[in-house]
């Protein structure tokens, strides 16, 4: 009989300690929804038009992780195509620098129009209220992987890549940064590995995450940020 009553007790603890841990989460998850909800409310004021939960992309599979979101391979089911989308992450959506950031992000580059800059297409939220922005999605390789396979001798890199077409390559890169440096903008990260080439010919700079305005001068934010070999 008191094996029994333990028995009792201790499911009863169990069955008590479940409901406290989801009484928990379902208040962090509140918690996490109401600050989504003035984060966006306070974008959506300083853009001057509401930011909506958009439903046209259908996420297909992570492309790459980063420290702030995720780049997935979407499907843009308007227009019927494959784009790239910056999502995110989880556990950053009630920071609400994280979201600025993003957004600011995906503002800089939208503005920076030119042929060998990633282009933007949309910026919005997904139904949980998660932003992301969507961009081109460049099929290729990057500078950094063709310059690594001539290092190692490949016969096909060093045949699809001579020097004869690897400084056009290097020129459009000069000219994209040339571009942005025009506008005020630094992209501080560049490097082989944010030099997209594509299967016929496209160079593009991608990942304008750390791209900052030359005006500004805030000591708590340094100029130098990145890769520091580059």
């Known amino acids: 009989a008191n094996s029994d009553s333990r028995a009792g007790d201790a499911a009863a603890n169990v069955m008590l300690i479940g409901g406290i841990e989801l009484f928990r989460q379902g208040m962090q998850v509140g918690k996490e929804a109401k600050m989504q909800e003035e984060i966006l409310a306070e974008l959506s004021t300083s853009f001057g038009a509401e930011i909506e939960p958009v439903q046209r992309y259908e996420f297909l599979e992570v492309l790459g992780r980063g420290g702030m979101g995720d780049v997935w391979l979407t499907r843009d089911v308007r227009l019927d195509r494959e784009v790239a989308t910056k999502l995110i992450r989880k556990d950053r959506m009630g920071n609400q620098a994280a979201v600025q950031s993003m957004v600011d992000e995906a503002i800089l580059t939208a503005r920076l129009e030119h042929p060998s800059i990633v282009p ?6 997904t139904e949980d209220g998660r932003f992301f922005y969507v961009m081109k999605q ?32 290097l020129r459009q890169v000069c000219l994209a940064v040339a571009f942005a440096h025009s506008r005020g903008v630094l992209h501080r990260d560049l490097k082989p590995s944010n030099v997209m080439i594509g299967d016929y010919g496209e160079v593009m700079i991608i990942d304008w995450g750390l791209a900052r305005r030359k005006p ?5 934010r340094p100029l130098q940020r990145g890769t520091h070999a580059y």
Do not use: C, F, W
């Not at 099929?139 to 699809?160: E, N, T, Y």
């Open 120 to 125: 933007v297409h949309d910026l919005g939220t």
């Open 138 to 169: 460049v099929k290729g390789r990057s500078l950094a992987s063709i310059l690594l396979a001539q290092v190692k001798k490949d016969a096909d890199a060093l045949a699809d890549y001579p020097l004869i077409r690897m400084i056009p390559i």
């Open 216 to 220: 500004e001068r805030d000591p708590d």
